[in-house]
């Protein structure tokens, strides 16, 4: 079934009404209660997925178990169920989108103040320190999972948003679905903690180590490793120390940086050791006069498919590698990408304009990618200074947008942080 065809069915007592996000693991609508008039998100899994009796089973399992977390700062489950062979759960709609948006706005020349990030991310410790108490890892923390809500007015600080934590249960839904190769890589790789990392046993302390990633990318303006894959995530967050905050912005408060290190530490034993201790920890840095003198973190505006971790490389199988197509890193008026082969050297650059270029084998795409995985027109580039989307062209082996697997001719913006995998 084309998960488009669901728009105009009720699942449950909700209306699906439109398309919201796709993922690796199901669509995301928005809808309404046909009784209450009550806005929602809900979450539809793949078919591929509900038609496994085990998946079945652990989906209603995870549910129930996520259903059961009641606090201001994660978002509420609504309703969940099985119908007509489709598994959803009914979520509460966040209207603002998530953290990733705001720190993409920023790279736009819109900056915030560190004290609205650092109550946002006080926000995310009280939340998870209510699932800790009742035995609930999230897993997969990461500006994309914390969801927002502007709220009316303005604070004196500016801006202020309501946080919520989304998609607690889904990552060990993906680990035990194919989507993840082990328990080990249960998870986003920028953000895992070094005991998913070794695929160990894993407390609260592993999302507060994720949650440090967080924090430090709101204070400096990027994570502190850049990950290539799982070897390289591996080595980072188990081996190497970050680098020091206050080496690169020196204007940042030494109790800010002591948050993060502590947040970043390799033992989990010498870590925050609950939600709510790096809660206080970040209440009283937020009451520090110095605070209010740091002037908001301004990144360079750049288009948006200009990101030093944007990239993305056709699979092949034996024969030579395929080529690298990734993004520039110099800013320009018009965003492009660039083709590179294994040893650097530039093959194609390409602007990405409104009406686009294609991507795939048959030689009258605008670049041609002659490797096994791809298909004859593979997916579509287009966009302008503002944004810039990809689209998979009904593809045999897919098109992947960072975890997420792009569901055919539909648009997807791609943002800050995140490669395409073809194939």
């Avoid at 669509?27 to 085990?54: C, D, E, T, W």
């Avoid at 209603?60 to 700062?73: D, I, R, T």
């Avoid at 249960?186 to 949650?211: A, I, V, W």
């Amino acid at each position: 079934m084309n998960m488009m065809d669901l728009v105009g069915r009720t699942l449950g007592n909700y209306r699906i009404d439109a398309p919201l996000d796709s993922g690796g693991m199901g669509q995301v609508f928005r809808g309404l209660h046909i009784y209450l008039n009550r806005p929602a998100a809900i979450k539809v899994m793949r078919g591929s997925f509900a038609a496994n009796p085990q998946f079945r089973k652990r989906f209603l399992q995870e549910a129930q178990a996520a259903a059961a977390l009641k606090h201001s700062n994660i978002v509420d489950i609504y309703e969940f169920g099985d119908q007509d062979g489709l598994l959803y759960l009914v979520m509460e709609l966040m209207t603002d989108g998530s953290l990733r948006t705001l720190l993409y706005r920023r790279t736009q020349g819109q900056p915030w103040s560190l004290s609205l990030g650092l109550d946002l991310v006080r926000q995310a410790a009280e939340g998870l320190a209510a699932a800790h108490a009742l035995k609930v890892v999230h897993r997969d923390i990461k500006p994309d999972n914390l969801m927002l809500n502007r709220q009316s007015g303005q604070g004196q600080e500016g801006e202020h948003y309501v946080l919520k934590i989304s998609d607690f249960g889904l990552a060990r839904l993906a680990a035990g679905s194919g989507l993840t190769a082990t328990g080990a890589t249960m998870g986003t790789l920028t953000y895992m903690s070094p005991e998913q990392c070794q695929g160990g046993e894993l407390d609260g302390r592993s999302d507060l180590y994720s949650l440090g990633i967080v924090l430090y990318e709101i204070a400096i303006g990027s994570p502190p490793f850049q990950i290539d894959n799982f070897e390289d995530a591996y080595n980072k967050h188990v081996n190497t120390p970050p680098p020091l905050p206050r080496q690169l912005r020196p204007d940042l408060p030494p109790s800010i940086e002591e948050i993060i290190l502590r947040c970043l530490a390799k033992k989990p034993g010498e870590r925050y050791a609950t939600g709510i201790e790096l809660a206080q920890a970040l209440q009283r840095a937020m009451g520090d006069r110095g605070l209010t003198t740091i002037a908001p973190l301004r990144l360079p505006p750049v288009p948006s498919v200009l990101m030093k971790s944007t990239a993305f490389q056709a699979s092949g199988a034996g024969g030579m590698p395929p080529p690298v197509v990734s993004t520039l890193l110099r800013p320009s008026k018009v965003p492009r990408v660039r083709v590179l082969d294994q040893s650097g050297k530039t093959l194609h650059v390409v602007e990405v304009t409104s009406a686009g270029f294609t991507i795939g084998r048959h030689p009258r795409n605008d670049i041609v990618l002659d490797a096994q995985g791809i298909s004859r027109q593979h997916l579509r580039i287009q966009g302008d200074s503002r944004q810039v989307t990809v689209t998979d062209l009904g593809s045999s082996n897919g098109t992947w947008l960072g975890e997420q697997k792009l569901l055919p001719q539909v648009s997807q913006p791609w943002t800050e942080g995140k490669a395409v995998r073809i194939g």
